[in-house]
């Protein structure tokens, strides 16, 4: 993995949204593939289209509200200039990764230094890129908010459950159908049970310091 993006928000809206029951109402574009299967069986008429797409769509009317990367990816598309609502906090991607590929034939001939040098590289985009999207985001809201007067919202906080159930339905479906994506689904859930407690607790700290404080706002 290379190159992470950090948390994608829920996304843009026409219209303000106080619940799930509002989303429902909504034609959302959402990403393909099993996270739209979610968004569907909580209810959300979801539709995936690319992300050239999206704003011009917004503009026809076509769709009422849009998720894609995060405020500076989002920001260069022009999604500021047709929705004005936005809602920071989603669970459908805690983050975008890239992939470095290599073939194994080739990897296996490789003396151990090499191998080194391609996998400590590989881990050191994943901390600088972090870092750099979390700063370019920060500055992207900000001009969101107070240069182009878009409401930045939390996220409704009913849509939370709803997405987890519907997550399990999905993922234990998918997971019948195919073992490997079961294997892996098992794993990741023995270790989210171990780690996330520790995780939500460490964290939660540097949370509520960060709302009390009087810089945060």
Do not use: C
Not at 25 to 34: A, F, V
């Amino acid at each position: 993995m290379i190159q992470p993006m950090g948390p994608d928000p829920l996304g843009w809206f026409k219209a303000p949204i106080n619940s799930l029951e509002d989303m429902k109402k909504l034609k959302y574009r959402s990403p393909p593939g099993l996270v739209g299967e979610i968004f569907k069986e909580m209810g959300v008429n979801a539709v995936a289209m690319p992300g050239g797409e999206i704003v011009p769509a917004a503009q026809r009317g076509v769709i009422d509200a849009a998720e894609w990367i995060g405020p500076a990816d989002d920001m260069a598309l022009g999604f500021h200039t047709v929705f004005k609502h936005y809602y920071l906090q989603g669970l459908h991607q805690s983050t975008d990764v890239g992939e470095l590929l290599i073939n194994k034939a080739q990897w296996t001939k490789l003396p151990a230094d090499l191998k080194a040098i391609v996998e400590a590289s590989a881990m050191a985009t994943m901390m600088e890129t972090y870092s750099y999207n979390v700063q370019r985001n920060a500055v992207a809201l900000d001009r969101i908010k107070n240069e182009f007067k878009v409401t930045v919202h939390d996220t409704p906080k009913d849509i939370f459950p709803a997405f987890i159930k519907a997550t399990n339905l999905v993922y234990d479906r998918e997971a019948g159908k195919n073992p490997f994506f079961k294997e892996v689904l098992e794993s990741q859930r023995t270790f989210a049970k171990l780690v996330v407690p520790y995780w939500n607790k460490i964290n939660g700290l540097y949370y509520n310091l960060g709302i009390e404080s009087p810089n945060a706002k």
